[in-house]
């Protein structure tokens, strides 16, 4: 079953944007940053793209 997340369309606060700018630039893939921010891998892709942060790749 697939996690839920409570936060159902939540506008990005600037600690949490400030947050995945760090977790990407350490290297972390999309799966571990959207476990530890508590939100869809989709939501952080979408973030991601819009402020430009590169998020790793799995390999």
């Not at 995945?20 to 973030?47: H, N, Q, V, W, Y």
């Amino acid at each position: 079953m697939a996690e839920r997340f409570e936060r159902h369309r939540q506008p990005w606060t600037h600690e949490e944007i400030e947050k995945l700018k760090l977790l990407a630039k350490k290297g972390m893939a999309l799966k571990a940053i959207s476990k530890a921010m508590t939100r869809s891998e989709e939501s952080i892709k979408d973030r991601a793209k819009i402020d430009g942060i590169g998020i790793a790749k799995l390999r």
